[in-house]
């Protein structure tokens, strides 16, 4: 999925020589489908706006600008941030292992023109 991915993004940098590199996100959802994979692909512009967080509340806020019609993506690309904020904040890490499951809920979204902000609490 990495070389996959990899291969979009320079296929569509390729195609859009005036877009920052830093800002394109692969959105890459796979599925198996009788042994056949199958699946859906989505190149994103999506600039972070904002992030603050506070450990001792463990409440945060995350913003980011994206293209119009992108928004479902943005909100998965959104989300999956969070989750990794959630997990490596507030735990206990063990040196060789994996951190544990992250938990995080979404206090409140709002969408103003192309920006998403997500006010979210971890666990």
Known sequence: MR???????SAYLRMHPGVNAGSL???????LDNGRISGRAAV?????????YDAVTRRGRL???F??????????????NIETLA???NIRLVTGQLPPA???YSLDERIEG??????????
């Open 87 to 89: 997990r490596d904040k």
């Open 25 to 31: 996100v692969v959105d890459v959802r796979p599925a």
């Open 102 to 104: 992250a938990t995080y």
């Open 67 to 80: 293209n119009p019609g992108q928004a479902e993506e943005a909100r998965a690309w959104i989300r999956g």
């Open 114 to 123: 192309n920006v998403m902000e997500i006010e979210f609490k971890t666990e």
């Open 3 to 9: 070389a996959f991915s990899e291969n979009l993004r």
């Open 44 to 52: 994103l512009t999506i600039a972070p706006e904002s992030l603050s």
């Open 63 to 65: 913003s980011v600008r």
